[in-house]
C-alpha cells in the first residue's frame, strides 16, 4: 500500500534509518513504560518503537491514509492508534509518559504549549523540529534566539540541542534544516 504526502498537513517523513536510530538510543537513556508517537506517519520511528519491549505505546495520527497504511504495515499497531488531532487530544494516559516524533513544523510551537499542558505527566520530550524553532527551544538568555518559546519551555524542562539533520534525510526535503532536541 502506497501513500501520498499531503502538503496542508505539513508532512516530511524521515527516511534516513540512521537517524530513526540515533533518536531511539536518545530515547532509550530513559526509563518509562508509557510512550506517545505524536506524527507516526509513514512508520519511520514507529518500526523501531513497536519493538521496545514492556511499555505501553500510543500513536497519533490524524490522517486517515497513513493510519490505513501504518495499520496494514504494521499489525501490532491495532489498538495502539488513535486516529486524533494531537491539539484536541486528552491526556492519553493516566500514568507518566514520554512524548516522541517527528512533529510537523508547522503546527510544532501548537504542539508544545499542548504538552506544556501536560507538563505533570510528561518528564521527558525528544521531538524534531524545524532548525530555527529548535534553536529558540533551547536557547539560552542574552542570545537572538531567546524569546516567549524559550522562557515557557525552559520554565518547567531543561532543554538541550541533541543533533541536525539535513533535508536530505527526508520525502520530500524541507526546505529547512530540521533538528533534534529533548526536554527533560
Same mark, same amino acid.
Given at each position: 500500500? @502506497?501513500?501520498?504526502?499531503?502538503?496542508?498537513?505539513?508532512?516530511?517523513?524521515?527516511?534516513?534509518?540512521?537517524?530513526?536510530?540515533?533518536?531511539?538510543?536518545?530515547?532509550?537513556?530513559?526509563?518509562?513504560?508509557?510512550?506517545?508517537?505524536?506524527?507516526?506517519?509513514?512508520?519511520?520511528?514507529?518500526?523501531?518503537?513497536?519493538?521496545?519491549?514492556?511499555?505501553?505505546?500510543?500513536?497519533?495520527?490524524?490522517?486517515? =491514509?497513513?493510519?490505513?497504511?501504518?495499520? @496494514?504495515?504494521?499489525?501490532?499497531?491495532?489498538?495502539?492508534?488513535?486516529?486524533?488531532?494531537?491539539?484536541?487530544?486528552? *491526556?492519553?494516559? $493516566?500514568?507518566?509518559?514520554?512524548?516522541?516524533? $517527528?512533529?510537523?513544523?508547522?503546527?510544532?510551537? @501548537?504542539?508544545?504549549?499542548?504538552?506544556?499542558?501536560?507538563? &505533570?505527566?510528561?518528564?521527558?520530550?525528544?521531538?524534531?523540529? @524545524?532548525? &530555527?524553532?529548535?534553536?529558540?527551544?533551547?536557547?539560552?538568555? $542574552?542570545?537572538?534566539?531567546?524569546?516567549?518559546? /524559550?522562557?515557557?519551555?525552559?520554565?518547567?524542562? $531543561?532543554? =538541550?540541542?541533541?543533533?541536525? *539533520?539535513?533535508?536530505?534525510?527526508?520525502?520530500?526535503?524541507?526546505? *529547512?534544516?530540521? /533538528?533534534?532536541?529533548?526536554?527533560?
Amino acid at each position: 500500500m @502506497q501513500y501520498t504526502l499531503k502538503k496542508s498537513l505539513g508532512q516530511h517523513f524521515l527516511k534516513d534509518e540512521n537517524i530513526c536510530r540515533k533518536i531511539i538510543s536518545a530515547l532509550m537513556k530513559h526509563s518509562f513504560e508509557h510512550l506517545l508517537e505524536i506524527g507516526p506517519g509513514g512508520g519511520a520511528l514507529t518500526k523501531f518503537l513497536i519493538d521496545i519491549k514492556n511499555i505501553d505505546f500510543r500513536a497519533i495520527e490524524l490522517d486517515e =491514509e497513513k493510519i490505513q497504511y501504518l495499520l @496494514q504495515t504494521y499489525p501490532l499497531l491495532h489498538g495502539k492508534l488513535l486516529h486524533q488531532d494531537f491539539l484536541k487530544t486528552p *491526556v492519553p494516559f $493516566n500514568e507518566e509518559f514520554i512524548i516522541i516524533g $517527528n512533529f510537523p513544523y508547522n503546527i510544532s510551537s @501548537q504542539i508544545l504549549f499542548k504538552i506544556l499542558e501536560w507538563k &505533570e505527566k510528561v518528564p521527558v520530550v525528544i521531538g524534531m523540529f @524545524q532548525k &530555527e524553532v529548535a534553536q529558540r527551544i533551547v536557547s539560552k538568555p $542574552n542570545n537572538k534566539n531567546y524569546g516567549i518559546l /524559550s522562557v515557557l519551555i525552559q520554565a518547567f524542562y $531543561n532543554a =538541550e540541542h541533541l543533533f541536525d *539533520v539535513a533535508p536530505s534525510c527526508f520525502v520530500p526535503p524541507p526546505r *529547512v534544516m530540521s /533538528s533534534v532536541i529533548e526536554l527533560i
